[in-house]
């Protein structure tokens, strides 16, 4: 087992241990139900983690390969392909070291205009629908180049409604749309060319065609639609980034990670290896496990069933360790809760946790409430950030910790 498959396998083994020790704990029934609810909402974070799935409608060129690469920050997608079809009505999964995204390509649906593509317009058609009961997208992303926004959407909209349906009947799931100009670095002035394109003349373009995009899309879904601007360009030398204008991804990033099920967040956040997406999750998160403890409120939590709180927090730490992604020794997580001397780890670290959690033996004394709790996980939250997504030392974790734990207990 590699790091990352050992690190899954101890935070399915720490879920399951609490299920356990939940069901064999000694506190009130609706406390305990209450419990169950927010511990099922975290398995769903951790242990159902899966791949995001877009459906993509925009015709060739709008930029769907780049902004793909865009996301993984790597040469995943061929760009410019001059087989379009290749792909395009099947689901198609990029995979990176990171984490994997799967993608439905619709185009040619929309493309009649194309003499060589109108003959085979009923076969994509049935070959997305086949594609959609298959599997259910969670998002429908609309790719429009900035320049375009004006011309030639019609067909693409119509293209979006007809998918839009298909999912609704197949999947009585109202999937969320996005809106994204591509390309935004192509509007003029063309010699701000670089992000963050703050040209008051180039943002007034980018503004305006969000608003040409925005007013199509409602218009067409009766809705309003959220229209995010990008620039997705780079280029690759080998492996190697050599030119990368990429702008707003993390902005895109971050909106669809909120417009994802819990199951598809946590992947999506790892693969695109941008921090402040990463951050975000691990504090969605945090919240869940937060959730846990506060459902317990204030009633003092018996010392048999501490080790619940340990094995939660200790999965939200093995958990952000995942998201971040990094290369990281098997001991790092034991490591991280010892340096940071949190006493209820003592000896309950991972695997033991696990283990011990079904047979604990109360320690005199080892009385909390749940609002102690909660402070706790907040400051082992940020902590775990700070450590494993941002990097730092552990002397500056400690001081996170510690600065983090006074400011939330304040706040109780
Ligand atoms: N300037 C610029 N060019 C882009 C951007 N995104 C894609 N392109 C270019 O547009 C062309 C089509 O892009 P591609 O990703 O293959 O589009 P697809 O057909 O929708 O998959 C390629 O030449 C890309 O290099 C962008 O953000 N800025
Ligand atoms: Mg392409």
């Not at 975000?280 to 459902?295: D, E, P």
């Not at 958990?319 to 003592?346: H, P, Y």
């Not at 004394?365 to 990097?391: K, P, Q």
């Not at 030392?393 to 706040?411: G, L, N, R």
Request: charged share 30%; net charge neutral; hydrophobic share 40%.
């Amino acid at each position: 087992m590699n790091n990352e498959q050992e690190n899954k396998k101890q935070i399915e083994d720490l879920i399951k241990s609490i299920y356990e020790a939940l069901a064999k704990a000694k506190i009130p029934g609706k406390v305990k139900d209450k419990i169950r609810v927010e511990l099922d909402h975290l398995k769903s974070f951790t242990l159902d983690a899966r791949p995001a799935r877009f459906a993509i409608v925009g015709r060739r060129g709008a930029g769907k390969s780049s902004l793909i690469n865009a996301i993984f920050g790597e040469k995943r997608a061929e760009i410019g392909d001059v087989k379009a079809r290749t792909g395009a009505g099947k689901w198609h999964r990029y995979q990176s070291d990171a984490g994997a995204l799967e993608i439905l390509d619709t185009r040619g649906l929309g493309e009649a205009d194309d003499p060589e593509e109108a003959f085979s317009k009923g076969t994509a058609l049935e070959e997305v629908q086949s594609s959609i009961k298959e599997k259910c997208p969670d998002a429908i992303l609309f790719l429009s180049k900035a320049k375009e926004v004006s011309a030639r959407i019609d067909e693409d909209l119509a293209q979006l409604l007809e998918l839009k349906k298909t999912i609704q009947e197949v999947h009585e799931f109202d999937a969320p749309i996005i809106g994204v100009v591509t390309q935004v670095d192509e509007l003029s002035p063309k010699s701000v060319d670089k992000p963050p394109f703050d040209h008051p003349v180039k943002q007034e373009n980018i503004q305006e065609a969000i608003q040409v995009l925005e007013t199509k899309l409602r218009e067409a879904v009766s809705n309003p639609v959220k229209v995010i601007p990008v620039s997705a360009y780079m280029e690759f030398d080998n492996d190697d980034i050599a030119y990368d204008i990429r702008w707003n991804i993390d902005r895109l990033l971050d909106y669809l990670i909120e417009q994802l099920p819990n199951e598809a967040q946590m992947v999506l956040a790892k693969l695109s290896k941008i921090k402040s997406v990463q951050k975000k999750v691990a504090r969605r998160l945090g919240k869940s496990i937060a959730g846990i403890t506060g459902a317990i409120g204030a009633s003092p939590i018996p010392g048999p069933d501490l080790p619940i709180i340990t094995g939660l927090q200790t999965t939200m730490i093995a958990s952000i360790a995942l998201i971040s992604g990094q290369k990281l020794g098997k001991k790092s997580v034991i490591e991280f809760m010892g340096a940071l001397g949190v006493n209820v780890a003592t000896g309950f670290v991972l695997r033991q946790v696990a283990r011990q959690l079904v047979k604990f033996i109360p320690v005199a004394g080892s009385v909390i409430s749940g609002a102690i709790a909660t402070t706790g996980t907040y400051a082992l939250c940020e902590a775990a950030i700070a450590y494993f997504i941002e990097g730092k030392s552990m002397k500056q974790v400690k001081e996170t910790y510690d600065t983090e734990f006074e400011e939330k207990k304040k706040e109780q």
